[in-house]
């Protein structure tokens, strides 16, 4: 036979399973997406059809439904790592499991205040309003015997309004851009962060709480630096997160350099002193690149952070 | 000739302009989606091409980029209040004017924390995270005579996981739906209100307080309102407003009804005690009504909140 | 009591329904997406919660299923006036019913050539490709006694490479755009028509044939008009649909002028000689326009055009 | 320092072009959305800020419209050779290039038939309407020694109303699934092929042709194959593809489950005879795998029929 199968993986995308725990009448809230991908002795199905081996993807719909009752959801990596474990042993043909999940946070709508109390209002611990703009992200992949955790987050709009130049660049018969000495630097940041937690044996980190500090750290980086280019803004990001999180070794980020021209306002006689500007949308650069803990090897696929 | 023009418009949509006021090392940003709708003596151009009275969309563009710096952005409608005075007081043929305003909101990224001043870091007044999901909405409508504001917002995703029930409708020969008496409300809000200002000589309202307060008076009726149906909730909204913010005299929502499905676990030997869900896309229930003030005429279109 | 209640409607929105008619081994299909909103006596709903007239939204979902097998769908246009009718005729407190649908197109997928004899296929009658990038549209009102039937598109880009200008246009203190003489007209066409059919004594269209003649005459005056602004363009493309479609009385289009700006090579030392353009995303013109078949009444709303 | 730079790149992305070739009266269009990925000697401007090695962003676009001129765009594929030849041999820093096209496709707007004859219109040879839904991809990447081009496409919807069926699977704790004798399949292919040309002393391929051929093939297998799984039919997909193109030496595709329910109208006294769907958008099956030539290198990466 002339052709033969190479890698492959199948299971249910984007099941949308949201988890209300209740604490009196304090409600609490974890809205995930899952998406589950398994590989393992899946030849025959390519081949010919059978189904022998063959967990539906419909089973696994219906596990992550059913692991959130009877695990709930303490993060989105814990709850991963419930559900890859449970393919990988459960099925003797499935020999690797792969867990991606979006999270989507929730603030609470705030009754309490002096408005609401005239009214004779109670204080509502049941109502939620989507918060923020960024998705978290995790994935979590086991085989069996290691686990790689790899966890981020998409679509996270930051600027600096100032400390952002661009010069001292190459030149050649193609290049008309003037540099620049005061400008906006904007960009909607894409980053996945890989755990060095790999082990039942090791002590497993605090999920949600790495994820908080990360996030904050990846954004004091941004704007504390004084940035000669984005790439240098991206450098510190992820060094910045590699030196204060000792959970962390690897970092890789997408950043689209979400341009802002100054608008030429000559033509109408004003002035412009690096206050109008015109938010484009395409084209715009798209810097990328891994921060390593040194003496630890890359493993975040290049485009993972394009996913 | 059996064919004549009705109503007609033109201009140039979505010019994206972001203005930074620099106040010391503190900046303030304004960043607006405005997109201009021209009316007027325009029969020529469209029967014979004739453009002797047509100001050019470019030139649109352009003076939306001039009037931020002549002006500055003071609030979405202030600004747009500007633009549409102009269209129709500076040129003879345009009669009507139509600005409608999308505003994206930040907040500032905290920087003064323990940790960064560990690190030498002074506080940063230059840089912004984008905040929330929902954006400002504002449409500014002049004819040279009188004024009509009409403000909102979309994309504010709210959820009660509780205080929710539906039961006692009507059963035809398609019913299936069984009655529900604890269930989940969520919805993803598109609301419009107008603002009863409409003459130069009237006091203008605070225009950010408003938005603030209105937003807030939503969020709140939607949260504390024991909900029998989803009209219900969205009436209680709008009455909110009406009663709270007496410089507005009608609102208009579109509610789609996020249907959250409690999954059935039995199958698997588990109880699902209003715990587990799977949020569906679609199909999903639209619910639309305008609220007004008694005695107010309705002039928000139908279709408004579906933009 | 303050306030009062509006225009509102109900119902689900976004019902994906498709169909397959099996005429022997060769299935025909037919995939829409249908949105139902019901107007009536809801005064009660809104103010206490109380359902007693509310019909269910998913009982208008159960409705479209069970209505593409007891009629089929023979057009969307067909479709949506069973589902009209039924409605406002089977519920005493509805009295007005619109029904949107959204048609997606499929083309056979070509079997039959010498390649796949070769391989001893037979020739398949099952298997479908999603065809164009237009979604075909159609709005059907019944209040019980008249009919309104808009039907349209949307989404269908076109471009015209020359036989454009642009020029004799006004200039104030804010323009500097330079005249064209021969320029790129590139649109996505948003178009509506309304029927004059309104009253089941009346013949009714062949609505299949009626789309297909109108998107036909539509296309060709777009490609046909030697066009000095898209205005001109755009009223050649109603008033042909009005000439030559006499079940039509009125049109609307919104037309997006997607910019497309020919490159300043200068810099390279190269000429462009109406050769390379950019392609740019926003901001772009919008000009939109109802043509009307003389002594007719305009009623398509403004906005339709920009759902 | 404990932490270090790992793979980077950086570039232009979304550079959209538009080329006309006028041919006489007769035009011609390639429509392409360019992105460019440019790795080498760039630590310091990730270390330091330092830009002496890079070559602005700017300049990589500027480069994309200056070829388009220059070269000409006979495919996207030639297109891109030609770009990422230029950098890697023009810029000593840069030692990779890839550049990744999206092509979208246009079909001219029929003038000629009797209608438009009669009106009195000659035959219009610069007017297009943009074709199919699917958009055309192609990869190119150059080391300075080698080129790796891998083309495909993504979002071609594609379906089987009949010859499709699913059972005889493993059913655990969590299974409900009912097998299925005759099914809906529909996919949305996201397909990506790398050819075998490698090396400037080869023979280049005929990228045009090569593109239809493969289309065509993988077309006709989904059509022609008796599916017991989606997995059968990926595999048949890549196989067709690898048996006929032999300048193919890999496929991969993910192929979502787009999955069609059959619509329970019991509850109504009606029979489904597999007539009725329901288009379900999440979750959904996802298939992913890569066919190999026998003997050949797997080299596409895992995530990049994702993207």
């Known amino acids: 036979m002339p052709t033969i199968l190479g890698q492959n993986q199948y299971g249910k995308a984007e099941n949308r399973v949201v988890k209300i725990t209740r604490d009196g009448a304090t409600h609490h809230i974890k809205d995930l997406n899952v998406s589950v991908a398994l590989s393992g002795d899946m030849d025959e199905v390519h081949y010919s059809g059978s189904n022998a081996n063959v967990l539906p993807t419909d089973t696994t719909k219906n596990t992550v439904y059913a692991f959130a009752k009877e695990y709930g959801i303490e993060s989105a990596e814990q709850f991963g790592i419930h559900l890859a474990r449970h393919f990988v042993t459960s099925q003797e043909p499935i020999h690797r499991a792969r867990i991606r999940i979006e999270e989507y946070a929730w603030e609470r709508i705030e009754t309490s205040d002096a408005n609401s109390r005239l009214i004779g209002a109670d204080e509502v611990k049941h109502s939620f309003v989507r918060k923020g703009q960024e998705t978290r992200l995790t994935q979590i992949t086991y085989d069996g015997d290691k686990w790689e955790v790899v966890s981020g987050l998409k679509d996270l709009v930051v600027m600096n309004s100032t400390n952002s130049e661009f010069w001292g660049y190459v030149k050649d018969r193609y290049t008309t851009l003037k540099e620049a000495h005061d400008r906006i630097l904007a960009t909607q940041v894409s980053g996945r ?80 002193d690096n206050e109008v500007y015109f938010a484009a949308d395409r084209p715009y650069g798209l810097i990328e690149a891994t921060i390593l803990r040194d003496g630890c090897e890359a493993r975040i696929p290049v485009d993972l952070t394009n996913l």
Chains 1, 2, 3, 4 share one sequence.
């Open 193 to 272: 962060w890989r755990f060095n937690w790999s082990d039942d044996e090791q002590k497993m980190p605090n999920w949600e709480k790495s994820y908080e500090q990360t996030r904050q750290h990846m954004l004091q980086a941004f704007a504390e630096t004084y940035s000669l280019s984005l790439q240098q803004t991206l450098y510190q990001m992820g060094a910045r997160i590699i030196n204060y999180r000792s959970e962390i070794d690897e970092v890789r980020f997408a950043l689209p350099n979400k341009h802002h021209f100054l608008v030429d306002l000559e033509p109408f006689g004003l002035k412009n």
